[in-house]
């Protein structure tokens, strides 16, 4: 099993939301907290979004997470948001050889990139 490098000072963390709509102002205390620790958060463009409670159509939450994973600046990727919406974008979505840790709270979500990827090392 492949993991990623740890994070250091610098590394940039993506914050997107691939289910319920998440603003830029609930964003803030994760922002606040990833400088703190010298990290430097990058908003997705899902953040701020609100299509019918969701951070975007399933096009658009499903190109914000590709381009996060596509990205090799950005190190990890926060899922603000996850649940339901999440499930009706994971098989578009093209894991890529850039290692990338993903931060989400949701067992569901932990799931299934688990079932997306073979590789994927869950805590």
Partial sequence: ???PPYLKSGDQIGIIC?????SEE??????ELLESWGLKPVLGNTIGINTHQLG???????????????????KAIWIA??????VRIIDKIK???????????????S?????????????
Avoid at 95 to 109: K, M, P
Avoid at 111 to 123: E, I
């Fill in 1 to 3: 099993m492949k993991t």
């Fill in 18 to 22: 691939t289910a319920r709509s998440f």
């Fill in 26 to 31: 609930e964003a803030q205390p994760a922002i």
């Fill in 56 to 74: 975007g159509t399933d096009q658009q939450r499903a190109e914000d997470l590709q381009q996060m994973i596509d990205n090799p600046e950005i």
């Fill in 81 to 86: 948001r996850g649940g339901y919406g999440t």
């Fill in 95 to 109: 894991i890529s050889t850039n290692l990338v840790i993903f931060f989400c709270l949701s067992i569901n979500l």
């Fill in 111 to 123: 799931k299934v990139l688990k079932s997306k990827v073979q590789d994927f090392n869950t805590l």
